[in-house]
């Protein structure tokens, strides 16, 4: 036991090893941000900056080491007062990996997930491919896209064959280092296919098609190197890596000035559709989905596209409201449903207006899974509750579905 707790020592200090010259904070700043203040911050946010909450008083974001002093002074120019909220990122977080990495060689128990720690990349495909081995009257599987790193995106489908179904587009893992995303999306799975004629209807008729691991290499590279890995890992000129798939649509693209810097944590792509994880759902994206579901972590939110005309809004509204509703009842967190920019987040070129707005999927939806301080920061014991959070919103979006 000492022996293997001194290899993860071991093994821990060299994943931050390759990482720890780059010191993270995590700052609050509050004060009157009004747009000039906010494109001001945006312009000047460098390559390592990445917003974690914004409101019209708050602002959260990560501050590399360099980067302190000259925030510092614009946020005192303008008036804005600072906290620093986690002093050490990263040390909180392999604070978090050292506790859940002994279980990590739990993650799977027999055919399945133990739910108490997250899978690895390999152990997530062997699952996916297990499963329409053992299931092949309802559950298949398909490659829909190779990434860079030629890691297969699959994505099941899952269906009694009846030709009258509605069809529900699920994705999940867009962002690396959302673990509990992809865990979540998993368990749904889990909880559908191996008794699936047992589940009700309005499960069994409709054709659910679910990619759990949206951008492979991304969260593979989260697991095992950094943490913080958000895009995918396109090399790109210089010394920057990976787009931001969930900025790679083509509805509003590259309409924000920090997502145009290739080093920046929400960087756009050259062009819409430039990588293969956007261009894999693009391929799958058509006119015989009602709804779109994509689980991201975390937040505690569903929301919504902003924009839509008078009817859609009332539907939009009252579907996203009874699955935060239904999220609720599992462990009583306050799960709000918001449009997009009411949350404090940047709109442009997301996968769920892409498919709202250009594909006409009427109910295009992010469902955002619990967390603390607006990111994908859950102890091993609390992975179960999460997932069984998106299994619900999942299971009540399929019955409101008329
Ligand atoms: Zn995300």
Redesign the pocket.
């Known amino acids: 036991m000492i022996l293997l707790n001194c290899f993860l020592f071991l093994f821990l200090k060299g994943i931050v090893a390759e990482t720890e010259h780059k010191g993270v904070h995590l700052w609050r700043t509050q004060g009157d941000i009004n747009d000039t203040v906010l494109n001001k911050f945006y312009e000047r946010a460098s390559s390592g900056e990445d917003i974690w909450i914004r409101n019209n008083e708050t602002i959260d974001f990560l501050l590399y080491n360099e980067e302190q002093q000259k925030m510092a002074s614009f946020l005192r120019e303008h008036g804005l007062n600072y906290t620093v909220l986690i002093d050490d990122v990263r040390g909180k977080l392999d604070e978090a990996l050292v506790k859940t990495f002994p279980t990590k060689r739990n993650a799977v128990s027999g055919d399945s997930f133990t739910w108490t720690a997250y899978p690895s990349l390999h152990e997530i495909n062997d699952y996916l491919n297990k499963m329409a081995l053992a299931y092949p009257t309802h559950c298949k599987i398909s490659t829909i896209g190779k990434t860079a790193h030629s890691k297969p995106i699959y994505m099941l489908k899952i269906t009694n064959g009846d030709a009258n179904n509605k069809a529900i587009l699920v994705d999940s893992g867009?962002?690396g280092r959302?673990w509990t995303?992809v865990i979540s999306t998993l368990y749904f799975i889990d909880s559908i296919v191996r008794k699936f004629y047992q589940q009700p209807k309005y499960i069994t008729t409709k054709d659910w098609y679910i990619i759990p691991v949206l951008n492979p290499d991304g969260y593979d590279y989260s697991l095992t190197t950094d943490r913080l890995w958000r895009k995918n890992r396109r090399k790109l000129s210089g010394m920057c890596y990976g787009i931001d798939i969930?900025r790679n649509f083509d509805y509003n693209w590259g309409k924000e000035g920090s997502t145009q810097k290739p080093c920046s944590n929400n960087y756009c792509g050259p062009v819409p559709f430039s990588e293969e994880e956007s261009k894999a759902l693009k391929g799958v994206a058509d006119k015989r989905f009602t709804g779109y579901l994509s689980v991201?972590?975390a937040g505690t939110k569903v929301l919504y596209p902003l924009g839509a005309n008078h009817d859609d809004h009332r539907r939009h509204l009252y579907m996203t409201k009874e699955i935060a509703l239904a999220m609720r009842k599992i462990g009583g967190l306050q799960f709000l449903n918001r449009d997009i920019e009411k949350m404090g987040k940047i709109k442009y070129g997301m996968a769920m207006d892409w498919m709202y707005f250009v594909k006409e999927i009427l109910h295009s939806y992010i469902l955002e899974t619990r967390g603390q301080y607006g990111f994908d920061y859950i102890p091993p014991e609390q992975i179960l509750p999460a997932a069984k959070e998106v299994d619900a919103g999942l299971r009540r979006f399929a019955e409101a579905l008329k």
Do not use: D, F
Request: proline fraction near 0%.
């Open positions: 867009t962002h959302e995303s969930n991201h972590s």
